[in-house]
């Protein structure tokens, strides 16, 4: 099963996809920030035989959830919408500050660091999921 993850932002919205065998993720790239953003994802998934998205849920260091939170769970209830596909959300807390230290030990500065990182934090969002998912169950 083929998974996408999502690293919804203000400005731009990461897309990680993995491969069939989710074996490894790799970033898609980003989608500007619209009214049909929602739709243009929902349209990449269906389009790449995606069976579940992961959103990254931004939860605060204490566990709570913010208004990034809900910007998070209303963009995946618009998703929702428009997909027949199934929607998790996954703890998301760094993955941002992790992809700038990525980027930052391959020397990716700038204007270009600010049009990946939310590749990239979408990226880890699906690695992680994928990891939860291999040692939970042993396979996806």
């Not at 500007?32 to 998205?53: M, N």
């Not at 992961?54 to 605060?60: E, F, H, I």
Request: hydrophobic share 45%; with cysteine.
């Amino acid at each position: 099963m083929k998974l996408m993850g999502i690293d919804y932002g203000d400005a731009r919205i990461g897309v990680a996809m993995s491969d069939p065998l989710c074996i490894m993720a790799q970033g898609w790239g980003n989608v500007k920030q619209s009214e049909t953003a929602a739709t243009q994802i929902a349209e990449l998934a269906k389009e790449q035989g995606v069976g579940r998205i992961v959103v990254g849920l931004p939860k605060n260091m204490d566990n709570t959830e913010g208004a990034s939170a809900e910007k998070a769970r209303a963009f995946a209830a618009q998703l929702q919408t428009l997909v027949d596909i199934d929607i998790v959300f996954w703890d998301e807390r760094l993955t941002t500050v992790a992809a700038h230290g990525y980027l930052s030990e391959l020397d990716v500065r700038g204007k270009k660091r600010k049009a990946i990182v939310d590749t990239v934090a979408a990226t880890l969002i699906l690695e992680g999921y994928m990891q939860f998912l291999k040692r939970t169950e042993g396979q996806i």
